[in-house]
């Protein structure tokens, strides 16, 4: 079987530009390159897919039909919308991030996710290693919650979980803009009443960020993602990014 580098070289690709067909950094291609299993299921995927035309495999279609099943009938996300969320989250944690914490040589504030925060919030973690480290576990332990059908909003937890999905709805949308074959297996759903409920289509992210609003366990969960909003003072003094993850 061909390996990764060798079917690169035959589609006449430098590294570059097959990392920037996958949406992952030139650092994360090579591991791959090298060794497949070094990153997780999404990052291989996305790799695989450069010389794919179709960006899904059994694994998964599997994986698909969990979003169907957790969120075909709920009125809060639709099968797309979480499956993207999920996605985002993954990337986050697996690519930017680790990619991160193994070479610092950007600073932080420039690195996916923390580039959507307000500035504010970064000059109080500084080049925080640890504290990407906690960010990184966050994302991938809300990731594989929304595959099973749960919400941060859905339990007790720390302040960062309501602030990545936040933050997470933004990405989301880009993905199912940009990458729309990345979301082949998970039908589409376009806004319906069902009964005295209105189930929200793949388009209504207004719809989707209000609900969350309503369901919020944390105050503020969005005032970090606002430049300049006029309450994160009060937040960063009252629930210093330190204890995001607590």
């Not at 919030?121 to 991938?140: D, F, L, P, Q, T």
Request: include cysteine.
């Amino acid at each position: 079987m061909s390996t990764g580098a060798e079917k690169r070289r035959e589609a006449g690709l430098t590294q570059q530009e097959a990392a920037t067909r996958a949406g992952v950094s030139v650092a994360t291609w090579r591991r791959w390159e090298m060794d497949p299993q070094a990153v997780s299921e999404a990052t291989c995927k996305a790799c695989e897919a450069v010389f794919e035309e179709r960006r899904v495999d059994s694994a998964w279609a599997s994986e698909a039909r969990d979003y169907v099943a957790a969120w075909e009938d709920s009125p809060r996300l639709t099968p797309r919308q979480a499956c993207a969320i999920s996605l985002s989250l993954e990337v986050w944690a697996d690519v930017d991030l680790r990619d991160w914490i193994d070479n610092p040589a950007d600073p932080l504030h420039l690195v996916e996710p923390f580039n959507q925060f307000d500035p504010r919030v970064m000059i109080r973690v500084g080049e925080n290693r640890a504290w990407a480290e906690c960010v990184a576990e966050r994302c991938m332990a809300i990731a594989t919650e929304i595959r099973a059908g749960v919400l941060p909003f859905d339990r007790p937890g720390p302040f960062i979980d309501e602030v990545l999905m936040g933050v997470g709805l933004e990405r989301a949308k880009i993905y199912l803009v940009d990458q729309p074959d990345m979301f082949e297996e998970v039908p589409e759903r376009v806004g319906v009443e069902s009964g005295d409920e209105w189930l929200v289509g793949d388009e209504d992210w207004d719809a989707v960020s209000d609900g969350f609003d309503d369901e919020c366990r944390w105050d503020m969960w969005e005032v970090p993602l606002y430049r300049r909003h006029p309450l994160l003072p009060v937040l960063l003094r009252e629930n210093p990014p330190i204890t995001w993850c607590d």
